[in-house]
């Protein structure tokens, strides 16, 4: 059974900076495009981020271009989120997921961790 497990939430003031990490239990992780999607309260899930198997191609929600950084170490079965310049709106739980090629929508992907939440508040 595959598990991805997010960490690194929490809650941090207007224009500071966060790094999510998701570990996954993948036995061919390095065969996997990742994602992260957040859900904010009241709001579908919406796409944030995306890397290809490798890591050499990356894709981004258009409005979050410029702050939210996506990378992975398949050495370390890890895949990250570096959120920077972080705004009051950002506040959502973040989800890592797993699919076998990238896409934009959470159909695209059958593997979720639980998330993590994120606050940006002063």
């Known amino acids: 059974q595959v598990q991805l497990v997010e960490s690194g939430g929490g809650l941090v003031q207007p224009g500071g900076s966060l790094r999510l990490s998701c570990t996954a239990s993948l036995r061919a992780f390095r065969s996997y495009a990742m994602a992260w999607f957040r859900r904010a309260p009241g709001r579908e899930r919406e796409f944030v981020a995306a890397?290809?198997?490798?890591?050499?191609?990356?894709y981004s929600a258009d409005s979050l271009k410029g702050r939210f950084t996506i990378s992975r170490d398949n050495d370390k079965v890890s895949v990250y989120l570096q959120m920077n310049s972080l705004k009051p709106e950002d506040t959502a739980v973040y989800y890592c997921?797993?699919?076998?090629?990238?896409?934009?929508?959470?159909?695209?992907?059958?593997?979720w961790g639980q998330g993590t939440q994120v606050t940006v508040s002063s």
């Open positions: 997921a797993a699919a076998v090629r990238v896409g934009y929508s959470d159909y695209d992907y059958n593997c």
């Open positions: 890397t290809s198997s490798s890591g050499s191609s990356v």
